[in-house]
């Protein structure tokens, strides 16, 4: 069973960068898909950016395309979340997910994020 833990949230100003990683242990994740997914106070949660790990493909919401970037290093079980130009909107709670199941899509299909493995999140506040 894959267990997860994000670091590297906090507090930065309007256009600025944060880098997120998302640190996996337990099983092998060769065929894994593992997502961003973020929540702010009273909103949902939106998936941001998802990567499958068998093909490489990624999903990226259009609110974030041009400005965050997915990358992985798979010897070290880390997936990184890069955010640049970073916006008050952008401010919520930043968790990871891993699934076998979905690929990539796992970031927008609906009524199956239940059934992911997550990560107690991390905050990220954009704000001057």
């Known amino acids: 069973q894959v267990q997860l833990e994000e670091s590297g949230g906090g507090l930065v100003q309007p256009g600025g960068s944060l880098r997120l990683s998302c640190s996996a242990s337990g099983s092998t994740l060769d065929h894994y898909a593992i997502g961003w997914f973020r929540q702010a106070p009273g909103k949902e949660r939106e998936g941001v950016s998802c990567?499958?790990?068998?093909?490489?493909?990624?999903y990226y919401a259009d609110s974030v395309k041009g400005r965050f970037t997915i990358s992985r290093d798979n010897a070290k079980k880390v997936v990184y979340l890069q955010m640049n130009s970073l916006k008050p909107e952008d401010t919520a709670l930043y968790y990871c997910?891993?699934?076998?199941?979905?690929?990539?899509?796992?970031?927008?299909?609906?009524?199956?994020?239940?059934?992911?493995?997550w990560g107690r999140g991390t905050q990220v506040t954009v704000s001057p």
């Open positions: 997910a891993a699934d076998p199941r979905y690929g990539a899509r796992m970031c927008y299909l609906r009524r199956t994020s239940s059934g992911y493995t």
């Open positions: 990567v499958n790990l068998i093909d490489g493909s990624i």
